[in-house]
């Protein structure tokens, strides 16, 4: 079996990508739970990640995979501050429903 | 045709435990749902010539940060997530939103005028020798430490601050926890 047999045209994968991304997007709009909201957003990053590096591959450059390397570091930041904000607005109001969370209404 | 084969299986998990994702009210199970999705992304990155970010992705997103996720859940004991909300009419709309997204997305990848060839790329031992190593993690490695220098030394100071902001926004009520005891502690 020669190696083409295994290459898959950059089309499925932004395909894929695009449909990952939606789906994230609808988790982030119908979803109350903080939490889900959340890992919804992980998800939107990961469909961009994904294309980023299909990408890579088309045009044969590396930089597309290094940028995912930073968008990971960069998530996983936003994950530490974005639980530890979560964990303190638990704190006050007992609940991490955002509709509950009025008080940064204009 | 068996590359194709073997996305398709692959693709099919993936949208299954996104779905499983949004649609779970256990928000533990909805978790491992996204690691599931997440292993799958790390194989799709082996398929592209990315082991070093397939790795990475199973290392930093699927254990780091899920973990991460499941430590805040367990911790606020937080796992009933009911899917009701006040705003009825918000699922369908967003629904059909998303296959617009989806529409146009597509639409806008595949009109001949963006310039971008979404077909097979040629192999990789039939391009310039220079490109026999894409992707591998030394080839990757050497990118990092010499074009994008400057930029990995940023995002270790972006890391350091987020610890200290995460430190501080979780210790603040210890301080003043301690400081109501120490004034107990006088009034007594």
């Known amino acids: 079996m020669n190696e083409t047999a295994f290459l898959v045209p950059t089309s499925y994968y932004v395909i894929l990508s695009a449909v990952l991304f939606a789906l994230g997007m609808v988790g982030v709009l119908v979803r109350r739970n903080a939490i889900l909201v959340f890992m919804s957003v992980e998800l939107m990053l990961n469909s961009a990640n994904l294309a980023f590096v299909a990408f890579a591959r088309a045009f044969q450059d590396l930089g597309g995979q290094v940028f995912v390397f930073f968008v990971m570091t960069v998530a996983a930041a936003e994950v530490a501050v974005g639980l530890a904000l979560i964990v303190a607005i638990f704190r006050t109001k007992r609940s991490i429903d955002i509709d509950e969370l009025r008080e940064m209404e204009g | ?188």
């Open chain 2, 1 to 188: 045709m068996i590359g194709t084969l073997i996305f398709a299986i692959l693709a099919l998990i993936a949208i299954a435990s996104a779905v499983g994702m949004l649609t779970s009210t256990n928000a533990v199970r909805a978790a491992l749902f996204l690691v599931v999705n997440f292993m799958c992304v790390a194989l799709f990155y082996l398929g592209l010539n990315a082991p070093f970010l397939a790795m990475v992705q199973v290392t930093v997103y699927a254990g780091a940060i899920m973990v991460l996720f499941l430590f805040v859940i367990m911790l606020l004991g937080a796992e009933r997530v009911p899917l009701e909300s006040k705003l009825r009419w918000q699922a369908p709309v967003t629904i059909v939103l998303a296959v617009l997204l989806v529409a146009t997305a597509a639409f806008v990848l595949f009109s001949p005028r963006i310039g971008v060839d979404l077909s097979v790329p040629p192999l990789l031992s039939q391009t310039a020798g220079a490109m026999e190593s894409y992707g591998s993690p030394q080839a990757v490695g050497e990118v990092l430490f010499t074009r994008y220098m400057l930029p990995f030394q940023m995002v270790g100071v972006l890391l350091l601050v987020a610890m200290i902001g995460a430190v501080v926004l979780t210790r603040d009520e210890l301080e003043k926890k301690r400081g109501r005891l120490d004034k107990q502690e006088t009034q007594k």
